[in-house]
């Protein structure tokens, strides 16, 4: 799993039952302040690549909006009901 999203809540129950290991990488903080940012460029080159290949896939909420919507979306966002990213349709 990966995320862009800082606010969020995750229930790991299930990871820690099965042993995973969580890795967070808070990347704002260091590059605001010049802290090794070669370091997160690596990561996000890495990323990207991972992307590339098919092995991240975005999930999306079922329900699509389009920019008239964009309210809705917003409300469907905020209520807790998405499960997944808000598309809206351009």
Known sequence: ??????MVDLDLTTAHFKGLSVHVV???????HNHHREVHGD????LAQIV???????????QRFNL?????AHDRLTSGQAIGKV???V
């Not at 808070?26 to 605001?32: A, D, G, T, V």
């Not at 990561?43 to 890495?46: F, G, P, W």
Request: hydrophobic content about 50%.
């Open 68 to 72: 008239a919507e964009a309210g809705k």
């Open 43 to 46: 990561i996000l080159t890495k």
């Open 87 to 89: 598309v809206v349709e």
């Open 1 to 6: 799993m990966s995320s862009t999203v800082a």
């Open 52 to 62: 590339d290949q098919g092995g991240v896939k975005p999930l999306l909420d079922e």
């Open 26 to 32: 808070f990347m704002l903080i260091p590059m605001l």
